[in-house]
């Protein structure tokens, strides 16, 4: 089985931040990973897939990067709407997901 | 707009079968090529992969669920069922039904999902 560990699991910001969170596998996943944000109550939402694609109608300041084993998501200048819990995703073998990592406001 | 509607009972005894459907509206799941998916979330935690099917009956699960998950899809419905079996407290969480985004693949991301439906193990 691959794990996905992120950090951190919680980050405190302000509005305009730039925000990063990192996201490893436990093994080799090329490029085949997915973040997504998820809100209270609400199902996940895709925002990033093959590690640094934008999925359409997702604001460009959210963008991801990285290969292999490890990878980030970077929120450019974080806006109100973006508090919220963010997920990674590996589906190099089958589909293992992160624990999360909330994003709370400062 | 491809919608997803998971349906089923929200109480299950321990040691029953949770049985759940999800109704894909707004297109077909025969006819894209994609496979369809369920993830669940038990309360307050993180989420997991439990299985996809493709509208042909290929199904893939999560090996640590594997004993215990049938999934099924019915093209005349356009639904598919996820059936999971002997369940205990700790089966207690969201459910969610999710198409996966590549077509023809059983390892990809999850570009629609249902709204989720909780479902508790509790006698």
């Known amino acids: 089985d691959i794990q996905m560990t992120q950090s951190p699991s919680t980050l405190s910001a302000s509005v305009g931040d730039r925000v990063t969170i990192t996201c490893r596998a436990s093994?080799?996943?090329?490029?085949?990973l997915a973040w997504y944000q998820q809100k209270p109550g609400k199902a996940p939402n895709l925002l990033i897939y093959?590690?640094?694609s934008l999925e359409s109608g997702v604001p460009s300041r959210f963008s991801g990067s990285g290969s292999g084993t490890e990878f980030t998501l970077t929120i450019s200048s974080l806006q109100p709407d973006d508090f919220a819990t963010y997920y990674c995703?590996?589906?190099?073998?089958?589909?293992?997901f992160g624990q999360g990592t909330k994003v709370e406001i400062k | 707009q491809l919608q997803l509607q998971e349906s089923g009972p929200g109480l299950v005894k321990p040691s029953e079968t949770l049985s759940l459907t999800c109704t894909v509206s707004?297109?077909?799941?025969?006819?894209?090529?994609?496979?369809w998916g369920w993830i669940r979330q038990p309360p307050g935690k993180g989420l997991e992969w439990i299985g996809s099917?493709?509208?042909?009956?290929?199904?893939y699960h999560n090996p640590s669920l594997k004993t215990r998950v049938t999934i099924s899809a019915d093209t005349s419905k356009n639904q598919f069922s996820l059936k999971l079996s002997s369940v205990t407290a700790a089966d207690t969480a969201v459910f969610y039904c999710?198409?996966?985004?590549?077509?023809?693949?059983?390892?990809?991301?999850?570009?629609?999902w249902g709204q989720g439906t909780l479902v508790t193990v509790s006698s």
């Open positions: 995703q590996q589906y190099n073998s089958y589909s293992t």
């Open positions: 093994q080799s996943i090329s490029d085949w």
């Open positions: 093959k590690a640094s």
């Open positions: 707004g297109g077909s799941i025969s006819s894209s090529g994609h496979y």
């Open positions: 099917v493709h509208y042909t009956g290929s199904t």
């Open positions: 999710a198409r996966l985004k590549n077509q023809y693949s059983y390892s990809a991301p999850f570009d629609y």
